[in-house]
């Protein structure tokens, strides 16, 4: 099979990068990557440890590392995690191995996803409105994307399908 460009998938945390590229990666029957994923297995620590134990300047400087390393792939669905795209050598690669999928909610959507997640540790000691600040302040560059959909209007399986679409047309 001719080798194809990755799909990646980028957008704020709880905007269903992992789950839609799970399913997506099943139905185009390709590789799926998830970088949170790899970075855990990586350190051997969950994210919130990583966080906890050596600072998010650490966390980001894995991050970048695990994420370049894996855009490096072909025929993959990758999921990156939230701040991946803000990184200008993540992004730099990921236009050139990937096409590019911005998950686009309301931030009022995404605030009340991850709004005390105890998951998360970057949101956890804001306020909705800081995290709404974040989200707009982030969307500068997520808008950078190749595509951006928008997914308030759509279930789960049409947004996959749409990526799906533009992806086998591509
Ligand atoms: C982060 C998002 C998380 C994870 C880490 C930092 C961010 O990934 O990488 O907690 O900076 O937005 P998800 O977007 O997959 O939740």
Do not use: A, H
């Not at 990921?94 to 996803?113: A, D, G, P, Q, Y």
């Amino acid at each position: 099979m001719k080798s194809k460009k990755n799909i990646v998938l980028i957008g704020m945390m709880g905007s269903g990068k992992s789950s839609i590229g799970k399913i997506l990666s099943k139905k185009l029957n390709i590789n799926f990557i998830d970088i949170d994923q790899k970075i855990e297995e990586n350190e051997d620590l969950n994210i919130s440890d990583i966080f906890k134990e050596y600072g998010e300047n650490y966390f980001r400087k894995v991050e970048e590392k695990i994420s370049l390393q894996y855009l490096k792939s072909d025929n993959s669905v990758i999921s990156l995690g939230g701040g991946g795209f803000i990184n200008r050598s993540i992004r730099k690669l990921s236009f050139k191995t990937c096409i590019s999928f911005w998950l686009n909610w309301k931030n009022e959507t995404i605030v009340n996803r991850i709004y005390k997640s105890k998951k998360r540790p970057l949101v956890m000691r804001l306020s909705r409105d800081q995290i709404s600040n974040l989200i707009r302040e982030r969307s500068k560059i997520y808008e950078l994307s190749d595509y951006k959909i928008n997914c308030e209007k759509l279930d789960k399986i049409q947004i996959i399908n749409k990526i799906k679409y533009i992806y086998e047309n591509n």
